[in-house]
């Protein structure tokens, strides 16, 4: 990430925002702000993320969830690794209206991980029946034997 770019968060969200050492990753320190941080982003003249390319939800066992986002824009041709690590029943706020990809990729976090996106249009299961019970990414999950009198395979590895 560029010293322009640091300098633009810095000035601006300094006491919600941190960097890491190697200044790769923007941290959001308070998911609360993510809201405006993010239209800041998507709108500032000199940063002008305009493609959300991924965004990932993460488990950090204790309670703690994570999403990542890996930003780049198409005008100016700088990339941006966001984070923003909270405890699980923290709300995130949606960025679908911002970037319209980011509607299937909230819902996989919410399906998998039971990661919630305040504003998302339509937050709801993607790829799981919505009566499935738990959300199978997370390190604490265990797998059901049955599902609606079906068994569970919990052997995979003939699928590999």
Not at 14 to 42: M, V
Not at 100 to 111: I, L, S, V
């Amino acid at each position: 990430m560029s010293t322009e770019i640091i300098d633009i968060l810095d000035k601006k969200f300094k006491d919600s925002i941190s960097f890491s050492e190697d200044q790769k990753n923007l941290f959001i320190n308070d998911p609360s702000k993510w809201d405006k941080i993010s239209k800041f982003l998507y709108e500032h003249k000199n940063l002008k993320f305009d493609y959300l390319m991924c965004l990932s939800g993460y488990d950090l066992t204790d309670n703690k969830l994570g999403v990542a986002y890996n930003f780049y824009s198409t005008k100016l041709k700088h990339y941006l690794d966001v984070k923003i690590e909270f405890e699980s029943e923290v709300e995130v706020h949606s960025v679908a209206r911002l970037w319209r990809t980011a509607d299937w990729h909230e819902r996989e976090a919410y399906d998998l991980l039971g990661i919630k996106f305040i504003g998302h249009p339509d937050l709801k299961r993607i790829l799981l029946p919505e009566d499935w019970e738990g959300h199978p990414l997370k390190k604490d999950y265990e797998t059901p034997d049955f599902y609606n009198g079906m068994p569970v395979p919990k052997d995979k590895s003939y699928w590999e």
